[in-house]
């Protein structure tokens, strides 16, 4: 059976986000002036598999495997 | 008031992704088979306001001059 899992991947608290800090500053200067900007990546990902369970478990690998960098971010799974 | 607004962004119906063909192709090479692939960059904003509808309205504002381009990217805002 086809389910798509949503996965969220954003850096960790605490990390520096160099893109995030650029936009900033380019609102800033067309007059948009914010208290704080983050960002996340998301991925949107049909597979077919038996199960619910087995959607997130195969994002979980692919996030442990590539879509994530451990050290540096979190990631969120929604099936 | 603070509000925060998540702005998501992502490629219009039928608009080319490499990135995510490069990510599913990367995945295959992993072993694991997917059935589709699509990704959106998401924007946490936090701005000081006086109502949720300014914010709102600030944020599309944001996606109409820099955030998002219109010819290919649509927008989505929760407040």
Do not use: W
């Not at 704080?36 to 619910?52: C, G, N, R, Y």
């Amino acid at each position: 059976m086809s389910y798509t899992v949503k996965i969220t991947i954003s850096l960790k608290e605490g990390m520096l986000d160099p893109e995030a800090r650029a936009i900033q500053h380019a609102l800033s200067n067309l007059g948009f002036a914010t208290e704080s900007l983050s960002t996340a990546q998301v991925f949107f990902i049909t597979m077919d598999v038996p199960s619910a369970g087995d959607a997130r478990q195969r994002a979980e690998e692919m996030c442990e495997r590539l879509l994530a960098n451990p050290v540096i971010h979190s990631y969120e799974i929604e099936v």
